[in-house]
């Protein structure tokens, strides 16, 4: 079935964004005044939408330069050190000792893109730096399992023995070789873990977690650099600056891993006010706070929320605004997927909230063109805050496989009412609508001007996908198409 509700486009504004309707029993009623910790106050309308600050943040193409540069830099830092290469043995240890620099390199590169550093979420958004970071940790890895073969096969030839009386001697008689021995083993036991199949097998938390022994495999890893490296023997100038790498790095995330999150806590006072039922297994959690407005969060971005429960305090989620941030509430809505998206429903009014955030470069890009949102069930979340607060005509396609699954059906069409915007809800299975509901022909009949507007997607990464792929059929620059996972 396909149920579409068009909304004709009257010239005229929505009221400021609120919370319509969507008032958890502990709050007061729509006419009470707004005060602290109040999910009902009017922040933002449409066309007030902050603009996306250019400021402050950088481009893929930036941070690729930068981190090639590095590169080379490591580069003739080894050339440098280098005594020269004679022979094979020193051809294959020089191409070992290369490796190895740029395994500690790549390292600290992959650590930073995990720091959260503003300009990095904001500019480049964090679904894309993780994927990055899933990439570089294959690279990284690779360099390190090949560093460890060069440099036994190459001191072998030099040495004229065999591989594993060399293996035998790096261990037992080079400083810090075993220590950085057992650091390479945590690395491959992590890379394993992380990749597609066996992290499919393991719970997030687990996978998480154990991530975190990559921390102690850098630590492991770092003295065999200046103890063996012939690149830092003599260099005091290169140990410096590789130090100066290593602690920079240890900084940004002690600082914005740890120390902001934890002054936002206090500064902030997040806590649950409330939460309310949206539809079978969603639930919306509003999260009040002091001066929320000075978290400079933007419709589309989320949180990391850490719930301060006996079960739910050790772990933290990203869930996406559903609606555009107050001065003094946020609202979350999430589809109970698992242990802690479940456990959600059951929080009471008043649990404190550690948030880490905002993050993320879902955010308005262009303001004044046109803009298509689409979403795919729970994917509607961030979308959701970005209708009602984008200004310029918008066109919200919202896809779900039943009518049941379709959350916030009475506010959306208020906003489409309220701003004159349209609504189409395209609900039904394949099989049901007889073929590709979002296909590029439909997706152009439903959005007249498609190739010429900002297309947001959000969904299922199935869906997301698929639908990236079409609207690309249909004419929409790779530039204009935005689009957010909901995995990490
Ligand atoms: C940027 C972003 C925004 C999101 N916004 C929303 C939202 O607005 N509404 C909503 O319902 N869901 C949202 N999600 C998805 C939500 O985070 C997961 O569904 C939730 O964390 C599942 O946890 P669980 O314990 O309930 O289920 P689990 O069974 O533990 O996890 C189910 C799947 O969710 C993913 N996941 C679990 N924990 C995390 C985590 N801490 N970080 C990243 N991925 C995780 C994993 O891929 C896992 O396979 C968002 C995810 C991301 C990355």
Not at 8 to 14: D, F, G, S
Not at 21 to 35: Q, V
Not at 276 to 284: L, Y
Not at 299 to 321: A, C, D, I, V
Request: net charge positive; aromatic share 10%; hydrophobic share 45%.
């Amino acid at each position: 079935m396909t149920n579409v509700a068009r909304r004709p486009a009257p010239a005229r504004h929505a009221g400021a964004e609120a919370y319509p309707g969507r008032r958890p029993p502990s709050a007061p009623p729509p006419s009470a005044p707004p005060r602290s910790g109040s999910p009902g106050s009017p922040r933002v309308t449409p066309g007030t939408v902050r603009p996306r600050k250019e400021s402050g943040q950088v481009s893929a193409q930036v941070v690729l330069a930068v981190v090639i540069l590095g590169a080379v830099v490591v580069l003739a830092l080894w050339w440098h050190g280098s005594p020269g290469v004679r022979g094979l043995g020193g051809w294959l240890t020089g191409a070992g000792e290369i490796l190895g620099l740029m395994a500690g390199y790549g390292v600290v590169v992959l650590v930073a893109l995990m720091a959260r550093l503003p300009p990095l979420e904001r500019g480049l958004g964090t679904d894309q730096l993780a994927r990055w970071h899933a990439m570089g940790g294959r690279y990284v890895v690779s360099l390190v399992c090949a560093h460890a073969l060069l440099i036994i096969w190459g001191y072998a030839v030099q040495a004229h023995t065999g591989v594993v009386s060399e293996s035998a001697a790096l261990l037992t008689e080079y400083p810090d070789v075993l220590m950085a021995t057992v650091a390479g083993f945590l690395l491959l036991g992590v890379g394993i873990i992380s990749m597609r199949a066996a992290r499919r097998r393991v719970r997030y938390e687990t996978w998480y977690y154990l991530h975190l022994y990559t921390y102690l495999a850098i630590a492991l890893a770092f003295s065999h650099q200046f103890a063996d490296g012939t690149t830092f023997l003599s260099n005091l100038a290169a140990r410096f600056w590789w130090s100066a790498m290593y602690l920079t790095v240890a900084v940004l995330i002690a600082w914005y891993r740890f120390a902001v999150p934890l002054r936002s806590f206090a500064r902030h006072s997040f806590h649950v006010i409330g939460v309310k039922q949206e539809g079978p297994g969603v639930v919306s959690v509003y999260i009040g706070g002091d001066r929320l407005d000075e978290l400079g969060a933007e419709p589309g971005q989320f949180f990391r929320w850490r719930f301060l429960t006996s079960s739910m305090w050790w772990s933290s989620h990203p869930y996406s605004l559903s609606a555009a941030p107050g001065q003094d509430v946020l609202r979350i809505t999430a589809k109970d997927l698992g242990d802690h998206s479940a456990a959600l429903a059951q929080l009471r009014p008043g649990t404190r909230v550690f948030a880490e955030g905002p993050y993320g470069a879902f955010r308005a890009s262009r303001p004044g063109r046109g803009v298509v949102l689409l979403a795919g069930g729970v994917g509607i979340t961030p979308l959701r805050a970005l209708f009602a607060t984008l200004p310029g005509p918008v066109t919200l396609i919202y896809r779900a496989s039943n009518a049941s699954d379709v959350v916030f059906r009475e506010e959306l069409d208020a906003i489409a009412a309220a701003r004159g915007a349209v609504v189409h809800y395209v609900i039904g299975s394949r099989a049901e609508m007889g073929g590709d509901p979002l296909s590029p022909r439909v997706l152009r009949s439903l959005a007249p001007g498609l190739d010429a507007q900002d297309v947001y997607v959000c969904g299922p990464p199935g869906m997301t996908s698929a639908a990236v792929k079409a609207l690309r059929a249909a004419g929409v620059p790779k530039r204009s198409i935005h689009h957010e996972s909901f995995e990490l």
